[in-house]
């Protein structure tokens, strides 16, 4: 199963080795060090400036890599894009950002509604040789206003530290390097989350966040590694969560199709989906590894990993010699609000070595002026964009380099709104006719269905 790694909200692995990856602390002259992240989940991206010029953009659930900015009082605003290529000041604020501190301005609850960041600054410093600092700051309000952080021994079981932290607030200690895991509980002693494993480095400075997450509906607790290097952190699921999966079958010469999943001594039986469709609700599984059997086709018995705590969608289609294949994302799930944050699933086979490209046009632009575009898409490529509300022109089109764009599918008048057309949506670029032969320059459709 390919698994892809989509444009604004990048799939997280499980737990690794924490290695020291972006996490130099050295100094630079009269600098300062900020990062950016994006927790609020009703502005879909946001613009970070510094001094009234565009530093960076980031999507929900991510952040930006490392600044390195002037040290002193800074005036740093985040933006976001509204209809008609206007630009809403969501805060602004005078920083002091000191020598060779690192700051983390990390959004919280409803940004476009005038919840304030909060800002959280650390000590840039070199360690023993046998410790390692770990920072954790407490953003999972819905999970109490305070929590007890336990540090256990891997081997052993053994309970090294506990440690007690507010909502909003920020934690520094100082351990010893070896294998742990995290486990999180809340004033009355019920544990809400136990993170996996992990192995900690010494001399390494560790930065973590404890956040909400929602799956299925469902609030969940997880825990975020920020890496100065990466725009997405690494999240850390409670492995004792179940999994949620849906699939899309874009080979529509199958017919109805039925998918069986077995693991050990449970099957999961979906009931038959008509080609060209997307379930409303996910199927919850057990995490781990499944025997798919997808019935009509040449999936049988593959195998495929569903992780815990993660809602995964399955797309099936055809590849450039019409076998069937697939690929795979995560689905967002956030409440409906001003902007919409697109996934775009390239799925022809039926444009040669020809890359794709998706426009979306608003009444007082042109496909030469949107800057709401994603460009070279190959085939079973997956990528994400975030859109104002407004009304759009959609064109799927090739660009070969010789005169305008050729449209191959399009979708006028699309409006993305507050009211039916809210919330997230996919959008599957598909040859119209599904054949295990693909004739190179047959028509295309654009389909699109609520994530």
Not at 12 to 37: E, H, P, R
Not at 52 to 72: C, M
Request: proline share 3%; charged share 25%; net charge negative.
């Amino acid at each position: 199963m390919k698994i892809k790694s989509v444009g604004i909200s990048a799939l997280v692995a499980g737990a690794a080795m924490l290695s020291g990856c972006g996490s130099d602390s050295g100094s630079s002259n009269d600098s300062s060090f900020l990062t950016y992240y994006n927790l609020s989940s009703d502005v879909a991206q946001v613009e970070l400036y510094y001094d009234d010029s565009l530093v960076t953009s980031v999507s929900y659930e991510n952040k930006s890599t490392r600044q390195t900015l002037p040290a002193g009082s800074e005036t740093i605003a985040l933006k976001t894009e509204e209809a008609g290529d206007v630009t809403k000041t969501l805060y602004e604020s005078e920083l002091d950002l000191g020598k060779d501190k690192r700051n983390y301005l990390i959004s919280v609850g409803e940004l476009a509604n005038g919840d304030e960041p909060l800002l959280f600054t650390y000590e840039s410093r070199d360690l023993d040789d046998e410790e390692f600092e770990f920072n954790l700051i407490h953003l999972a309000k819905d999970f109490g206003d305070t929590v007890t952080i336990k540090f256990i021994e891997n081997e052993d079981n053994e309970l090294i530290e506990t440690f007690t932290l507010a909502y909003g607030e920020s934690l520094t200690e100082t351990l010893e390097g070896d294998t742990y895991y995290i486990q999180v509980e809340d004033s009355q002693g019920e544990v809400l989350y136990t993170s996996p494993d992990a192995t900690f480095i010494d001399e390494i400075q560790y930065y973590f966040v404890l956040k909400n997450e929602t799956l299925n509906s469902d609030k969940i607790l997880t825990m975020a590694r920020l890496v100065d290097s990466f725009t997405s952190p690494t999240v850390y699921r409670d492995e004792s969560l179940n999994s949620f999966f849906r699939y899309y079958n874009s080979a529509e010469s199958l017919g109805q199709t039925q998918l069986t999943l077995t693991k050990g001594a449970t099957t999961e039986q979906l009931d038959p989906q008509d080609p060209d469709s997307l379930p409303e609700l996910s199927t919850e599984l057990t995490a781990g590894t499944y025997k798919v059997v997808l019935s009509g086709s040449s999936i049988n018995g593959a195998l495929y990993n569903f992780s815990a705590g993660q809602d995964t969608t399955l797309v099936f289609y055809r590849d450039e010699d019409g076998k069937l294949d697939d690929v795979s994302f995560n689905n967002t799930e956030r409440p409906s609000t001003t902007n919409h944050q697109v996934t775009f699933v390239n799925l022809l086979n039926n444009q040669g070595d020809d890359e794709v490209d998706i426009y979306f046009v608003a009444s007082d632009a042109s496909f030469e002026t949107t800057s709401y575009r994603i460009t070279n898409t190959e085939l079973s490529d997956v990528a994400r964009i975030a859109l104002p509300s407004d009304y759009y022109d959609i064109y799927v089109a090739i660009d070969d380099g010789e005169g305008a764009p050729r449209v191959i599918a399009e979708e006028l008048n699309v409006h993305f709104s507050t009211d039916a057309e809210a919330g997230d949506w996919i959008i599957f670029a598909e040859p119209a006719s599904d054949t295990d032969t693909p004739v190179e320059g047959s028509p295309s459709v654009i389909n699109r269905v609520a994530m």
